[in-house]
């Protein structure tokens, strides 16, 4: 079984602070609150552009154009949001160490799951085993942090890990 190493009070406020920075554009079915420097179809204004065939009408900018005399486009930002899913290799050799291994792969583990559930992001995680993975899906509800939490708590260092295989299949 991993023993979460106890994070204090103070630690678990800073985590509200931090962000999880996408590497790649953040995309999903559901609307989030994070802004992606992507151009689309949001409610938050960005910028006018000139006008070029093709553009969908209900984007031109009617007041502008009487302003300056040529039809200009209303762009907006697009918002989406984060689905994480952190992967935790629960091996034999993740047994080792002090503290050992395994116990601080799963503290990160539910620290990222806190960083991104507390931007109202989507968060899940997967233990590795063998060539299989115990998985539960990014969600944002309330209890996700503690279902988190307990799954990790249930991981056991032991046996081999085909991590490329194991992540193959998910």
Known sequence: ???????????????????????????????????????????EFADHRGYTPGDDPRFLDWSAYARIGRPVVKEFLEESDLALTVFVDASASMGFGTPRRLDVACTLASVFCRIALARHDRAGIGVIRGDQVQFLPPQRSQGQVLWIEEALAKAEAEGKTALATALARH
Do not use: D, H
């Open 1 to 43: 079984m991993a023993n979460l190493i106890p994070l204090s009070p103070s630690f678990l406020e800073g985590l509200r602070r931090l962000a999880i920075v996408a590497r790649r554009r953040a995309g999903g079915v559901n609307a989030g609150e994070r802004t992606t420097v992507r151009k689309g179809q949001g409610v």
